[in-house]
């Protein structure tokens, strides 16, 4: 390893916690530091390429396969690197922040992977940054139990060979760390902060575990994207001397434009792919987001309405597993964010029923794997690919060559039968309130109405409102979408809610900020890229 120089970052408006200094070493902040200098400027100049691209998408409407790359398409004689053992069977990935609790479960909850989520399950406050930092290290080092105070309930670590291989998503590409700046007062990007910190002090001690440093990587919009990851990693291996390769990673297709170039995203991290994987509510928002202005053919019905089995989440979710294992990579499936009710078994039924099938079809479909939200699930999950892969740790070989997906099929939002309604409008109001609520006291995954929520969520929420107002939506009971009907539903709700939690509740939380912030969002005739940069600003922490 490189001997480090002192680092040129600065740690700025942050209380220090507890163990911080055990994550932020001078070794480890140097390496950041030459990260940042090394790879900022041209996710910079990433960053200002999505504004041209979004500029052109409002003048055509539309998108298509890249041309230049069609070659790449074409040769069918590249694949992605071979997988390493650890990551061979990943059949059930639980998803989740990584408070210590959250980490213990998560590792012991029976599913193949847990996705230790640094970006939309964690909400970025200076603590979940870097405490989650210290509860990886801990479980890696077996260092890590937990008590609940309020419950008294403890909780400890099952042994090694029995706990999930963790796969660590850090912050996109657009998000900024503001308490870590450089030299110039520029903040170092929450990305390069996350992987950063965790490759420094984990990425030996998990080979000596048998695995490996294994990431998901968020929010990417293009193989150019993919291609400085890709950079990152070359640099990063080489920096603390690990063979290269050692790094895998999969890419969550979950942006619009990343979908005309699944086969470019991994060939530009050939060497380090792992797979793809479809995340639903992410793919929506950036549906609406690059749609805005495309008239009535974009406007998408209420988010429950868009199921994966609607035309266009189809044609995307065949078209991913078609390409992951024609290049022989890991097709990764959605997210079934139900949670248990432990007071309503009728409840709880009904939904099993639901998550059961939608696993079952991602297994018939050729997945390989997909996601849950809460350890109940995991069983469900694990029967449903089980009956399809038997003892096999996946299905690559199931080459899916009956797929043929033209371009316009992935924004064929008109063939699906549905249409907004007022009922629809109300629940992103609700969900949009009650998240943004949460996040701003630091919390980035939330139960709300028997659904795990993560930024995602509010992200497609406070879109759908957005959408429908700017398209002079009509809902079934007669009423338009206008931001006055919303400002009456959004005043509504914080009414309902001050009375379902009570007012000494209710003042004590971020509510009235909540609802004023989703407003903003949903009616500013500016649309903004993405919620979190207006509400990390107002994140305390």
Known sequence: MSAPAPSPLAIVDAEPLPRQEEVLTEA????????HRRFTPRRDELLARRAERRAEIARTSTLDFLPETAAIRADDSWKV????????????????????????????????????????ASAPTWENVILGQVNMADAYTRNIDFTDERTGKSYALRPNEELATVVMRPRGWHLNERHLVDADGTPVPGALVDFGLYFFHNAQRLLDLGKGPYFYLPKTESHLEARLWNEVFVFAQDYVGIPQGTVRATVLIETITAAYEMEEILYELRDHAAGLNAGRWDYLFSIVKNFRDGGAKFVLPDRNAVTMTAPFMRAYTELLVRTCHKRGAHAIGGMAAFIPSRRDAEVNKVAFEKVRADKDREAGDGFDGSWVAHPDLVPIAMESFDKVLGDKPNQKDRLREDVHVEAADLIAVDSL??????????????????????????????????????????????????????????????????????????????SAIRTEIGEEAFAA??????????????LDENYADFLTLPAYEQLKG
Not at 28 to 35: I, P, S, T
Not at 425 to 443: D, H, K, M, P, S
Not at 509 to 522: I, K, M, N, T
Request: with cysteine; glycine share 8%; net charge negative.
């Open 509 to 522: 939380g971020h509510w009235q900020q909540a609802h004023d912030l989703l407003l903003e969002v949903s």
């Open 81 to 120: 690197g071979p997988c390493p053992p650890a990551l061979q069977d990943r059949r059930v990935e639980i998803t989740g922040p990584t408070d210590r609790k959250m980490t213990i479960n998560a590792l012991n909850s029976g599913a193949k992977i847990w996705l230790a989520d640094f970006e939309d």
């Open 417 to 494: 039968d549905a249409k907004p309604t007022y009922n629809g409008l109300i629940n992103a109001v609700q969900v949009g309130i009650r998240y943004i609520e949460a996040w701003l006291r630091g919390l980035g995954a939330v139960a709300i109405f028997n659904l795990m929520e993560d930024a995602a969520t509010a992200e497609i929420s406070r879109s759908q409102i957005w959408q429908w107002i700017n398209a002079g939506v009509e809902f079934e009971n007669g009423e338009k979408a206008t931001p006055e009907l919303a400002r009456k539903v959004a005043a509504e709700e914080l």
């Open 28 to 35: 480890a902040l140097a390496f950041v530091a030459e990260l």
